[in-house]
């Protein structure tokens, strides 16, 4: 029986919501940057599914189309290629805070070429790694 293919979904149980979760991440996570992005990120528990959050900064982009389309661009890059934190050891618990910190609006090629490259880093860290730039 051929493996049943990935559904490139974001489900509400994949989305980072909670202030309390965020406020650890950006308190105590770890993170690294990959210009336009900033990457923050931390493991909860040993289980539940990979969470992701995207932010756009309001002094970069004054009106909440940009910030908002700039967040939206984020998603669709992030649920296109996410099957890369499923199938690595480092996806069960892990809590991720994408922040755009470009000045320019990007375009979907951009985001998507960048987002793949965040994943790639992120499948290959571990629990214990220290963040790979201050």
């Known amino acids: 029986m051929p493996p049943t293919p990935h559904k490139h979904t974001f489900s509400k149980a994949e989305r980072l919501k909670s202030r309390k979760q965020i406020d650890a991440l950006f308190g105590s ?3 690294f940057a990959q210009y336009p992005f900033r990457v923050f990120y931390r493991w909860e528990s040993q289980e539940g599914l990979p969470q992701a959050g995207v932010g756009a ?4 982009f004054k009106r909440a189309v940009d910030r908002n ?3 939206r661009l984020i998603r669709e890059g ?6 890369v934190l499923y199938q690595s050891q480092a996806g069960p618990g892990l809590r991720v805070f994408i922040l755009y910190t470009g000045k320019d609006l990007p ?3 951009q985001v998507l070429e960048k987002m793949g490259v965040i994943l790639q880093k992120l499948s290959r860290l571990t ?3 220290a963040p790979t730039t201050p």
């Not at 992030?78 to 099957?83: A, D, G, H, T, V």
């Open 107 to 109: 375009s979907f090629d």
């Open 29 to 31: 996570g770890k993170s």
């Open 78 to 83: 992030y649920r296109l290629q996410k099957q």
């Open 127 to 129: 629990r214990d790694e």
């Open 69 to 71: 389309r700039i967040k």
């Open 57 to 60: 900064s309001k002094r970069n």
